[in-house]
């Protein structure tokens, strides 16, 4: 188990009842060189960190105080246009800490894409197949990733056809199902790659039964990046300047923190780590080594760049978080240029933000997903009288303007517009002087008495929200009226839940609990054993717990076919139903998988996806325990 400076999953449990005393554990914990001052030496060496890039070798150079492009250079045998070729030089000149990547003459050893002439009889040289890691090798074969390291020392990122070292004297045993090892290096394999379909776009297994594990080998390295904001937990006392004295002065008295306090901002991600926990204890229990590095990342971008130029993640097979959109990007691209998959857990406000980084994989859908599903929803209704209701005045947000032209070419391209008709609508909620009546009166001249009218929430805003239902609701007793709207229109407090029912409101939603199912139970009771508290409905750690099972067991059971195709991988998961597809392959990936919760007069919720059914019965790698 390796979990670096923060939340040891041991200290867990407890830890929201000892989080002051853990937050400055943690703090006692972070690694040196994530804070120490680099040192200035003027000499240059030679880094003995390699990776592969593009087929080539290159050393990965940290820049020391002092060191300049020409000292570097020289050090290296290459050109100062070979350095500023491929590295970002900021204008101002080199900077303390920054990583450049050096070409390398010539491979240090028979990890290179092509094997040596003269090969070493105390290795076996290993070709290196799509979806195979360092770690996997290792298991394939016995030996500790540790030894494997120091056999092939610089390649921190093994690719397609390079060729590892294997020492014969640390083989263990022979790895069953495989063929004889061999003495000399294979002939190459034809490997097919993702299937393209017509119009260069790829295909994508989309499975229909549940993938079923019963056991794993090898280990995964994942990096939980997440704000757990150490430094607003240290806060523990406040100046309360509320009450006053006698003389109208302000009285100013120091209160501190109950013990059990924790900043607010805190909680969604304790509670996702807890569920990544539970998913790592599941995959350990099939044999899985799950090594965790976590890490308290907020907005702070130096911190970040501290971990990187630290090297802690070169070696990592999954990288969770970090939420905030300016050390996404960051890390996203630095992820893409090692091929290390990198996972959004939280919703994105960047709707683009996949173009350009291929191993980015967006768990919550872009507005674009809910949309579509709306635009064929409305396919069910011909014959209806839709009504599109937005509250930006010229239809300016381009997420309500890409919502309305959707619909508009759904309905050009198909008999839809024969028959439905189609009508926008500015909508503020506001009326004068609180003059409800003339508020609904001029909505009903938008419906149809003989027709069914679906009206359509193109906005989020729950004063707007609230007020649609309400006069829709007064409506409804004289008009059949249906709803359709986004996924953050389910659960308002502000709107009366039985406006839902009578309303029939349609949502797509990313995420969907059966608490009656066995899984959920299980899960609440594994929850319970380990945190002394049961997770709440709206609890993250439900989400913790299907994204880290996913993807730690995807690459773990199919390696780099799973991250190229993610279909191929379709576990019964708790709340999550994942669909990852990309338009284009230099893109990430979007969970393009949602629920459909439709709302009836019966006081049922009907879901039109439902999660598939748990074939034990339990949450995946666990047994039932009375």
């Known amino acids: 188990m390796n979990n670096t400076f923060a939340l040891p999953e041991l200290s867990v449990m407890s830890l929201k009842r000892i989080l002051p005393v853990f937050l400055l554990a943690v703090i006692m914990l972070m690694p040196a060189g994530l804070s120490a001052q680099v040192p200035a030496p003027v000499p240059v060496e030679r880094s003995t960190q390699k990776i592969v890039a593009g087929g080539k070798v290159y ?22 246009d070979q350095l500023t070729s491929g590295n970002e030089i900021p204008p101002t000149g080199l900077k303390e800490g920054q990583m450049l990547k050096v070409p390398a003459d010539a491979p240090a050893s028979a990890s290179a894409a092509a094997a040596p002439a003269n090969q070493d009889e105390r290795y076996i040289y290993h070709r290196v197949k799509r979806g195979e890691t360092l770690s996997s090798v290792a298991g394939e074969y016995g030996i500790s990733v540790r030894d494997l390291k120091k056999a092939n020392k610089g390649l921190l990122f093994p690719h397609e056809g390079d060729y590892l070292m294997i020492p014969r004297k640390k083989i263990t045993q022979q790895p069953p199902d495989k063929k004889p090892l061999q003495d000399t290096v294979p002939l190459p394999e034809e490997l097919t790659d993702t299937l393209i379909g017509a119009g260069g776009k790829e295909i994508f297994t989309s499975l229909s039964e549940n993938s079923v594990i019963s056991n794993l080998t090898g280990s995964v390295k994942v990096a939980v990046m997440l704000p757990f904001f150490i430094n607003e937990n240290n806060t523990r006392s406040y100046v309360d300047s509320t009450k006053r004295d006698s003389q109208g002065n302000k009285i100013y008295r120091e209160v501190n923190m109950d013990d059990t306090w924790i900043y607010e901002g805190s909680m969604p991600f304790l509670e996702a780590y807890e569920g990544i926990l539970i998913a790592a204890d599941s995959l350990r229990s099939l044999g899985l080594n799950v090594e965790l590095d976590v890490y308290d990342i907020g907005s702070d971008t130096l911190a970040l760049n501290r971990i990187i130029w630290s090297g802690k993640l070169n070696d990592v097979d999954l990288i969770i978080g970090p939420v905030f959109s300016s050390n996404l990007n960051r ?4 992820a893409a240029e090692r091929d290390i998959p990198i996972v959004s857990p939280v919703p994105l406000r960047d709707q683009n933000i996949l173009e350009n980084r291929p191993t980015l994989y967006r768990v919550f859908p872009s507005a674009s997903v809910p949309q579509d ?23 300016n947000d381009p997420k309500t303007s890409g919502f309305w ?6 309905m050009a391209a198909d008999s839809l517009r ?6 926008p609508q500015y909508f503020t909620g506001a009326v004068k002087k609180r003059d409800t009546y003339s508020g609904v009166a001029s909505f009903e001249g938008l419906l149809k008495p003989d027709r069914e009218n679906i009206i359509i929430l193109a906005f989020t805003q729950t004063p707007i929200v609230s007020s649609a239902f309400s006069t829709l609701h007064t409506l409804s007793r004289k008009y059949d009226i249906k709803v359709i709207g986004y996924p953050e229109i389910g659960g308002q407090e502000t709107i009366e839940i039985k406006y839902y029912y009578d309303l029939e409101l349609f949502i797509p939603t990313e995420s969907y609990i059966d608490f009656n199912s066995p899984a959920a139970a299980q899960f ?5 054993n380990k945190f002394r508290t049961e997770p709440m409905a709206g609890s993250f750690a439900w989400r913790g717990f299907d994204i880290a099972y996913y993807f730690i067991g995807g690459i773990a059971s199919h390696g780099q076919d799973f991250l190229k195709d993610p279909g191929i991988f379709n ?14 392959p230099g893109d990430g990936y979007e969970n393009r998988g949602m629920f459909i919760l439709h709302y009836k007069k019966d006081m049922t919720i009907e879901v039109r996806s439902p999660l598939p059914e748990v074939a034990t019965g339990v949450v995946p790698g666990f047994q039932v325990q009375d």
Not at 418 to 423: E, G, Q, V
């Open 373 to 395: 599903i709306v635009v064929r929803e409305l396919g069910y209704h011909r014959g209806s009288n839709v009504v599109f209701l937005y509250a930006d005045t010229l239809m």
């Open 418 to 423: 024969d028959t439905t008709l189609l009508t």
């Open 59 to 80: 050393y990965m150079h940290q820049v020391l105080k002092g060191q300049t492009l020409y000292s570097i250079s020289k050090a290296y045998n290459v050109t100062v």
């Open 524 to 528: 609440t009771r594994l929850f319970r």
């Open 405 to 410: 032209n959707r619909i508009r070419t759904a």
């Open 331 to 334: 890390m996203a691209s630095w």
């Open 571 to 584: 576990p019964a998961l708790l709340c999550l139903d994942p669909d990852f597809r990309r338009d284009r």
